[in-house]
């Protein structure tokens, strides 16, 4: 099975709100995850790069439908974090960690990052590069100014 036909397979459109919802959401997982390349991956970002592309840097996935389950790539767009922060701040929606305006870090990648720095031989601009990040974002990170939930 391919990657696009093993995506569809996890997913359901809703025919009434035109959106495609991802199954295997569980009652605690918001947005759908997808494993690709090892790696447990957003379901909105997965669809919006194997539907239209790559996701510029930098940005992050928005939904027009605001339903975090949906992965229908025609309601997903790419934004800018702080328009992100600003519409889910406008529609009451705090947003934490991997929808926070930090990068686009997943919580796995924070863990790691804090547990690589721990165990030395690494340093802030080492993993920044590794991460695609700044060094002086590494050290908040590391140091939980940022991701401090994690
Ligand atoms: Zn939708």
């Known amino acids: 099975m391919n990657t696009v036909d093993r995506f569809q397979a996890l997913a359901e459109l809703d025919h009434v709100t035109g959106c495609i919802n991802w199954r295997s959401a569980g ?3 918001v947005y759908g995850v997808f494993w690709l390349d090892q790696k447990a991956q957003r379901a ?25 389950r949906c992965v229908n790539s025609m309601h997903l767009k790419a934004d800018t974090q702080g328009q992100n922060h600003e519409d889910a701040l406008n529609g009451g929606l705090m947003p934490v960690g991997e929808e926070c305006a930090r990068s686009d870090l997943t919580e796995d990648d924070v863990r790691s990052m804090r547990k690589e720095y721990k165990e030395g031989r690494t ?20 140091k939980r100014i940022y991701w401090n939930h994690i």
């Open 123 to 142: 340093s802030y601009g080492k993993l920044g590069k590794k991460y695609g990040i700044a060094g002086p974002t590494v050290f908040r990170i590391v």
């Open 44 to 68: 909105n970002r997965v669809s919006y790069n194997l539907f239209i592309g790559p996701i510029p840097r930098g940005l992050v996935i928005k939904h027009s439908c605001n339903n975090k």
């Open 27 to 29: 009652d605690r997982q």
